[in-house]
Structure formats: C-alpha cells, structure tokens
C-alpha cells in the first residue's frame, strides 16, 4: 500500500520516482476495485482482471495525477477518477485486440484477452470494464465535499469514449483503412481515436481539483498536445519498434493498411511533428509554475518512450 504522496514541485522532483510511486498506487487501486478473480462469473472476471493488471504504462492515471498536483491537489483526491480513466483504455484495447479490428494476438507482452478467453467473454469484458468505471466515477462523486468537478469529469470522459471520441476515431479508422487520407483528416482521426481520452485524462484532474477556467484552458492545450504526439510516437515505434520492448508485433499498422503519420509524411517528419507537439505541451504549462513539474516530464517521457 502506498502512504505517502508525491512531491511535485521543483528541484526536489525525480519523474521516474513520480511514475513508480503513482503507477504502484494505480495498480493497488485497480486491483482492489476489479471484482475477484474467484467470484462468478470467474471466466468473465479473470478476464477483466487478466486484462487490466497485465502490465501497462499507466499514462492516463498518471497523467490525470499530474494535472491535479499542478492545482496543488493530492494523488489520492483523484484516484478514482485516474483508474476509471484506466478501465475505459483498457477496455478499448480489448475492443481493438478483436479479430473485427486489428486482430492482435499479444498486448503488454501477454496474450490478448480474446486469445486467452475468447471473443465473446472478451466482448463482456470490455463492456464490463466501461461500466466499473462510471460506476467509480459516479461513487467518487458521491463521496466528494464538492461533487461538481466529479460530475464535470465524469461527463468529460463519457464524450472522450463515445462518438465524437474514441469510438468515432475508431470508426474513421476502419473507414480510412486502405483508403487514401489527407493529412488534417488524419489529424482528426488521432485526435478523437486517440487524443481525447489522454486530453480528458489530463482535464479530469484539474475538474476535480477546482481548476479556474484559465487553468483548465491550459490543461486542453498540454492535452490536445500531447494526445496527438503520443499517437504519432505509437506510429513511429510501430515502423521502428521491437517486439520486446512494445509487447506487441510491430508492423501491425501497414500490414492492415492503416493510415499512419509516418506513411503519410514520412519518418523524419513525423518525428519532427512529435517534437513540436511535445514543446507546445510543454510551454501550455507555464501558467502553473513549479506545480507542472511532473506534467512537463510526463510530455517528455511520452516523446522519447521506446515502448
């Protein structure tokens, strides 16, 4: 269990640290709120719990984290929200993993759920996983002193999931597979597919800790930032990658024939765009001073990642 909360301020920061200590406290949490593995129905269970704790970066949370310390509000005063924000990605990626999508047969190194359980428990599980993390939303706001930022967050991340988000990225991707695509139209499938959800998650912990407008103004911006860098990164590391390192195949992306960044403007390009990405994200978070620390190592990390 972990007690004490991070000091995200100044000098004294050490990002990895930061990571260790907030992924630890995410996972604990995860773990305490998926239902037993033991508990009926065990198949759909162990596959929740198979998918969840199998590992992962923790980005969303961790991101959601962050935000709030740069309102100078504690890790576990969003806790909550972070692993809810986790439950819905890793929802999505079970969806993903599908034969009906992108027919993966290793996630985060393990094998994919509908591997393991197959594609109907697979499909509940998903399904499973969205409703645990309204219901975690919906159970912080219950139990908050001021449960209006828990209600803004909760919407905010039910937009991010639905159809002008993640589920209608995820629709504007089957459709441009194989097909042509301009650039701001790949922009747009990234930013919803990808990008709101990472935005939502940075956005939810401002919410909650009572961000004034301009803050949580500043808050878009470093996420709509860095939600679209992270994806161009996935499509570098997806050309460039390596197995051990991605826990998943790479190649992926061109063998199905999606439309990718670097297939588009090429790999130096793509790279260069990560970049800039990366620097607005970064000079979003002026406004709060020391307070952003972690969010400013967070943009890094999430460029420079080889995984």
């Not at 079970?94 to 047969?105: C, N, W």
């Amino acid at each position: 269990m972990i007690e004490s909360e991070s000091t995200i301020a100044g000098a004294e920061f050490d990002l990895m640290e930061f990571v260790a200590q907030e992924r630890a406290r995410v996972d604990a949490e995860l773990s305490r709120l998926l239902p037993a593995a033991d508990r009926e129905p065990q198949s759909l269970h162990h596959a929740m719990r198979h998918s969840v704790l199998a590992g992962g970066k923790r980005l969303r949370p961790l991101l959601t984290i962050a935000a709030a310390g740069a309102c100078q509000t504690t890790p576990s005063e969003v806790l909550a929200a972070a692993c809810a924000i986790e439950l819905v990605h890793t929802y999505s990626l079970i969806h993903d993993d599908l034969p009906a999508f992108d027919d993966e047969a290793l996630r985060r190194g393990q094998p994919t759920c509908h591997v393991l359980f197959g594609e109907a428990v697979a499909i509940l599980a998903g399904d499973a996983l969205q409703a645990l993390a309204f219901e975690t939303l919906l159970f912080g706001a219950s139990n908050a002193s001021k449960p209006g930022g828990w209600m803004a967050a909760t919407q905010r991340v039910a937009a991010a999931a639905g159809s002008i988000g993640m589920c209608g990225g995820q629709a504007l991707d089957v459709e441009a597979t194989c097909q042509p695509i301009e650039l701001t139209a790949l922009r747009r499938l990234h930013a919803a597919k990808t990008g709101a959800l990472l935005t939502a998650a940075v956005v939810c912990g401002g919410l909650i800790a009572g961000a004034s407008d301009a803050e949580r103004a500043a808050l878009e911006r470093y996420g709509d930032s860095i939600g679209l860098a992270f994806q161009i990164v996935d499509d570098l590391l997806d050309v460039e990658g390596d197995i051990g390192e991605l826990g998943k195949q790479p190649g992926g992306d061109a063998a199905r024939g999606q439309p990718t960044f670097p297939a588009l403007v090429g790999v130096e390009a793509a790279r260069a765009e990560a970049t800039q990405l990366r620097d607005a994200a970064i000079e979003a978070t002026e406004t709060f001073g020391d307070d952003a620390v972690a969010l400013r190592g967070l943009a890094r990390l999430i460029v420079d990642r080889t995984s």
